[in-house]
């Protein structure tokens, strides 16, 4: 099952969590949790719908408690508390699997996806970097096609938002 | 940057993603994942369903127990109280003879 379905975790951690790092620790803590929990699996979806939930919730959570530890980090040098960790993370993420001559723009466009809110960010990195179809989308986060629909529509309009600002900044 | 190549360059960064490769994982997530299991059993301690039950049987008679006690005592309490009242006059009563005796 690790074998089948190592590139469907690993790939959808990579797009949520833009650290291949993190995306591999958070692949195995998935499978772990697979392995306790495929009791509780009934069947009721498909198997890979059942993995992106899981990849996908355990992501989610591994962003949020990354980012209140950035923000404790913040207040402690706040208050004057010596911390090793950096105020300001300036991280550009190259996806692996992006063509040679894409590169560049698709970092300019990750660091954008990254400032999308939560369920926009899930449904377009499911879209563009899995491939899924609305259909399957609306399985994985359990919302209507409409849903999927309005939310990737949204998510485009904040991406063209976004890197229009960065493109006047940089011109 | 003009806005017309502002709106050319958001589009074609918006289409980077075309072509995607899948990343590939690490070939050792299977026995990385075997590891993680092997860590997170060892941590589990196995109880018998019977040894849950008894501790909990024991936890229960003990709660009993204590509240038991505590109405006893409050009633001793209670009891010793009403005692002492009855006395104090008599006490009293003592006192003042063995002040008037000495003066």
């Given at each position: 099952m690790v074998d089948t379905h190592k590139g469907l975790v690993y790939n959808t951690a990579l797009g949520i969590l833009q650290n291949t790092d993190d995306a591999e620790d958070l692949a195995q803590e998935v499978f772990i949790q697979v392995f306790h929990s495929v009791k509780e699996f009934k069947g009721d979806c498909k198997l890979s719908t059942w993995l992106y939930r899981i990849t996908l919730t355990k992501s989610l959570?591994?962003?949020?408690?990354?980012?209140?530890?950035?923000?404790?980090g913040f207040m402690q040098n706040l208050f004057g508390a010596e911390s090793n960790e950096p105020l300001v993370e300036q991280v550009t993420f190259v996806h692996p699997g992006v063509q040679l001559e894409n590169k560049e723009r698709a970092a300019v466009l990750f660091g954008a996806i990254d400032k999308l809110p939560e369920n926009?960010?899930?449904?377009?990195?499911?879209?563009?970097v899995e491939g899924l179809s609305y259909q399957e989308i609306a399985e994985v986060m359990q919302l209507s096609v409409s849903s999927i629909e309005s939310l990737l529509f949204r998510a485009k309009a904040n991406l063209?938002?976004?890197l229009?600002?960065?493109y006047k900044n940089e011109g | 940057m003009e806005n017309k190549n502002i709106q050319s360059e958001v589009e074609k960064t918006l289409n980077s993603l075309s072509g995607l490769q899948k990343a590939e994982a690490n070939a050792f997530l299977y026995e990385k994942v075997m590891s993680g299991l092997q860590k997170s059993e060892a941590r589990v301690i196995p109880i018998a369903p019977r040894i849950i039950w008894q501790a909990a049987a024991c936890f229960a008679a003990l709660i009993v127990v204590n509240v038991f006690v505590w109405t006893k005592s409050?009633?001793?309490n209670e009891t010793s109280q009403t005692k002492t009242e009855n006395t104090n006059p008599v006490a009293q009563e003592y006192f003042s003879y063995i002040n008037t005796a000495q003066f």
């Open positions: 959570d591994f962003l949020r408690a990354k980012k209140r530890k950035k923000r404790f926009q960010k899930t449904a377009f990195t499911l879209n563009k063209q938002k976004y229009g600002d960065y | 409050a009633d001793t």
